[in-house]
């Protein structure tokens, strides 16, 4: 901050010395345009260093970007040009042409040029197309001014040197202000303040350069006290308030009659040289035959540039590992179809079982696969004559554009297709089948693009759910409803305000009723407050992907609860429901870190999971559940019976707890062979050192069942429902009073 101030104080002061001094020769020229005044040639070459200076103040200022500093080193070169006439040149009556006042007072064009190519040219390849330009331009208006001015005023000059070099000085000003247009008009004329300045001071100096070479003819001299002379500093004084743009300046379209001004204008003005300009100036022909040259070149460029378009829009139209066309490139076709009101079908294919591909010999294979299928789609698609488009739309998802067919004959087409699909792949050694299930949409219709594959992938989603191959959607298929995805956003936001609690149910001892744990059942509150139970709302955060967060939230909430009740003096074991996608994810990481946050110890920590869970994939399992028992962590088997049950999970993982699902014990006192199957179950589970928890106990019967089945601890109705935290622990205080009626603590 105080070097920016620094900055700002020391361009004021600049900007009021440089200023004084042009306000000082501004009366010099009203007050005694013909008098000679002692110094003067000094105090005007200073005033350009003291513009010099403010210009690079406000480079600095603005940032000392690229653009900026170039330009202020052109305005120091002309600048310094200045000086060096003042001091050195203006008391000679007959000033050496070209000297070295020339050399800096060119040197401020090429400088100017580069930073406006560096200023309005976005990258590396828009810099390159505006620097020839430039030179075309600049090349072409030169070689107009040698062909044409130059030959039109040597025969009056004393000395030909002098009109050539200022003749140059001319052709670079006119170049500058056809250059400043140009980029202007490409950008429709809406560029900073600061832009516009710069064509002013360009146009100024080309203005008093042309009329300086017909004054030069004749006299040779830079006069002093002149028009000339403001017209000299007023050019400067615009430029170095050009230095400093504060916004990009960027183009408004793309090319246009605008875009090829510069270039053009230079082209037009070489060939008029080599056609009709002077015989007796060769320099100009060789100008003008560069500028052409320059000229082809940029169409080559330009050529060049096109087919790279071209070639980057094909591979972006493209997918990288199949070769197919991607989703950008299908949605395309897809839009031109449907403008057109063409007949056609849509196919929306998704193979079946991928993920086991993936998960099995990995995604190397995976992605082998998705090779073979799509090079097998695109065989079977060209024998349609060249009416189908086939695409990977993403992941293992495969799209088809049937055109040209009615309706029966695309959907024979469509399994035509499909049925090409279904055979066997040698991926890495092993032969695997794959199938895909598809849904199909009929164009033409009224729906827009996102709608017609919206419908596509729920008939797609029909099919599997049917196991068919293919699927033609009808309005009956969707069962999703607009307040159905109202519902879904309000339970997603739900979750991501906080408006997660937890409620608690007891896991009761069977011999001597005690409560031995409790198990955290979500809630999720409602915009309008109503508790929303899981079976409403975990269906739509597992459409979302959002299981994990919801598992988060449930683990940070139980954990700070469990360490409440650890330090009430009534410690509580506290489980927890976990669904696979977030027992695979790194789990045993986020349970060490909300254990370590409360100094909780781990055997005040259940986890239940799921038979799902623990056959999708064995080795995460196994692997997320010793993390767990590594921290103390007890894990449960919730639900148990009502999937494929294994017992090699039994015996291969280390478990805790068996959780009987209430399907079991609600049957139990009404089928002997209920019983029996629970009897056996709990022996087994017994055996593997297992606890039995009865769940869903909701009468003295199914208590009583379970007791006598041998089931360790149950939970249900009949004890307590799942109450929030500070009920339970009000219930705890008479626990044992209830426990100690007839009928249990219902």
């Known amino acids: 901050m105080r070097g920016e101030r620094r900055v700002r104080i020391a361009l004021r002061t600049f900007v009021m010395l440089a200023a004084l001094a042009a306000a000082a020769y501004l009366a010099r020229v009203l007050l005694a345009p013909l008098d000679e005044v002692p110094g003067e040639a000094a105090v005007y070459g200073a005033t350009f260093i003291l513009l010099a200076v403010v210009g690079s103040l406000r480079a600095v200022r603005a940032g000392a970007n690229v653009g900026d500093v170039v330009l202020s080193v052109g305005i120091w070169l002309d600048a310094l040009g200045w000086l060096y006439w003042s001091l050195v040149l203006s008391g000679l009556e007959g000033p050496p042409y ?20 560096w200023q309005v040219g976005p990258g590396v390849v828009a810099r390159r197309a505006l620097t020839l330009d430039i030179l075309i331009g600049t090349a072409g208006v030169t070689a107009a001014v040698a062909g044409f001015v130059v030959p039109a005023l040597a025969g009056a000059a004393r000395d030909a040197s002098v009109v050539n070099v200022n003749a140059i000085y001319l052709g670079a000003n006119v170049a500058h202000v056809v250059l400043l247009v140009g980029v202007m008009a490409t950008r429709g004329f809406r560029v900073p303040g600061t832009l516009w300045r710069r064509l002013a001071g ?3 100096l080309a203005t008093i350069d042309a009329v300086w070479l017909i004054e030069v003819v004749r006299t040779d001299v830079v006069p002093l006290g002149s028009v000339l002379n403001l017209g000299w500093l007023a050019a400067a004084a615009l430029l170095v308030s050009s230095v400093g743009i504060s916004e990009p300046v960027r183009s408004v379209g793309r090319g246009g009659w605008s875009a090829a001004v510069v270039p053009l204008v230079g082209t037009v003005l070489a060939l008029a040289v080599l056609v009709g300009g002077s015989a007796g100036a060769p320099a ?19 050529v060049v540039d096109a087919d790279a378009l071209a070639g980057a829009d094909r591979l972006a139209r493209t997918d990288e590992l199949t070769g197919l066309v991607n989703r950008r490139g299908f949605y395309a076709e897809l839009r031109a179809t449907h403008a057109a009101k063409e007949p056609a079908t849509l196919v929306l294919a998704d193979l079946d079982r991928f993920k086991e591909v993936n998960d099995t010999l ?44 009615s309706r029966a004959a695309g959907e ?28 199909a949409v009929r164009l033409p219709l009224t729906a827009d693009l996102d709608e017609l594959v919206r419908r596509a992938d729920v008939a797609m989603y029909a099919a599997k759910a049917g196991a068919q191959t293919l699927v033609t959607y009808h309005p009956d298929l969707d069962t999703r409803t607009v307040a159905d995805l109202a519902r879904a956003e309000r339970v997603r936001a739900g979750l991501s305000e906080g408006r997660l609690v937890l409620h608690y149910q007891p896991k009761v001892d069977l011999r001597d009723g005690t409560v031995r744990g409790v198990e955290a059942l979500a809630r999720l509150r409602d915009e309008d407050g109503t508790l929303l139970t899981p079976g409403q709302f975990l269906p739509e955060l597992d459409r979302g992907g959002e299981l994990t967060a919801l598992t988060a939230q449930v683990l940070a909430q139980a954990t700070a609860q469990a360490a409440r009740w650890r330090d009430a003096g009534t410690p509580l074991p506290v489980a927890i429901n976990v669904p696979a996608p977030s027992l695979i994810e790194r789990f045993g990481e986020r349970v060490r870190d909300a254990l370590a946050r409360h100094d909780l110890p781990g055997e005040l920590l259940y986890v239940e999971v799921t038979e799902e869970s623990l056959l999708s994939d064995r080795r995460a399992a196994r692997a997320a559940i010793e993390a767990l028992r590594a921290l103390g962590v007890r894990v449960a088997v919730d639900d148990y019976g009502t999937g494929w049950s294994s017992l090699t999970y039994l015996r291969e993982l280390p478990l805790d707890e068996l959780k009987l699902d209430r399907s079991f ?23 593997l050192d297992l606890t039995v928890v009865a769940e869903g106990v909701e009468t003295a019967e199914d208590r009583d069942a379970a007791t006598e089945a041998g089931c360790d601890l149950a939970q249900g109705y009949l004890f307590a429902r799942p109450v929030p935290a500070d009920e339970l ?11 100690s009626r007839p009928g249990g603590a219902g």
């Open 98 to 117: 070209p000297s070295i006042a020339d050399a800096l007072w060119m040197g401020l064009y090429p400088l100017a040029f580069v930073a406006l190519a």
């Open 202 to 204: 360009a146009a100024v």
């Open 284 to 302: 100009a022909r060789w100008i003008a035959v560069g500028a052409v040259l320059l000229a082809l070149g940029r169409l080559a460029l330009a």
């Open 362 to 405: 990995g995604h190397q294979a995976g992605d082998l696969l998705l090779v073979l299928v799509g090079r097998r789609l695109a065989e079977e698609a060209a024998a349609e004559n060249g009416t189908a488009v086939v695409a990977r739309f993403g992941g293992d998802e495969f799209t088809v554009l049937l055109r040209g067919h």
């Open 412 to 439: 024979e087409a469509a399994r035509r297709l499909l049925a090409a699909v279904d055979r066997s792949y040698e991926v890495g050694g092993v032969p695997v089948r794959c199938s895909v299930s598809a849904g």
């Open 665 to 687: 014990i609600s049957g139990m006192a009404q089928d002997d062979r209920v019983t029996r199957i629970v009897r056996s179950t709990v022996a087994l589970a017994h055996g």
């Open 729 to 739: 622990t009000a219930l705890l205080v008479t626990w044992s009073v209830a426990v």
